[in-house]
């Protein structure tokens, strides 16, 4: 009976896998946690200290872009520019929030507006930054990320 017990537990014993090594490969479970990675999404969006308290994602969304198109709109409004011929077009603006809060103007693009129209645009753009209230970056699995906008302004003109 003796006998049979340990020729049990010795089948049992070699039956478990005590000889691989199974070690875990840093690099191979970051690739596979880069595959199924979102890199066109962030957990959340920018946002200025007056949209601290919203915590639903896309209402904060909604209030970042309606304080900056707001402030930028009141700013337009205020430098009327005089020009000889009627203007409608749409004038896009790149601009990045940077994982410092920080908003930097990219490529304008819209090559039809008149080059002083683009400058205009241009220094009101960056008179409206200097105005905003703090700006928070984007998140992304908890680290400050930076993020990339398009923001088209329709830019229209009655002679």
């Not at 596979?32 to 308290?53: A, E, G, H, I, S």
């Amino acid at each position: 009976m003796k006998f049979y017990i340990n020729y049990i537990l010795f089948l049992v014993l070699l039956s478990c896998d005590f000889t691989s090594n199974k070690e875990l490969i840093v690099d191979d479970l970051v690739s596979d946690d880069l595959k199924t990675f979102n890199w066109n999404d962030v957990d959340t969006f920018p946002r200025f200290q007056n949209c601290d308290t919203i915590v639903d994602k896309e209402s904060n969304f909604n209030c970042f872009v309606n304080t900056l198109t707001s402030k930028l709109q009141a700013n337009l409004i205020d430098n009327p520019v005089v020009v000889n011929s009627s203007i409608s077009d749409t004038l896009i603006i790149n601009f990045n929030v940077t994982n410092k809060g920080h908003i930097v103007l990219g490529k304008m693009s819209n090559e039809s507006l008149i080059s002083d129209l683009n400058l205009l645009v241009d220094s009101i753009f960056k008179i409206t930054v200097l105005e905003l209230p703090k700006l928070y970056p984007a998140i992304k699995r908890g680290q400050p990320v930076n993020t990339k906008f398009i923001l088209p302004i329709l830019i229209s003109t009655t002679q």
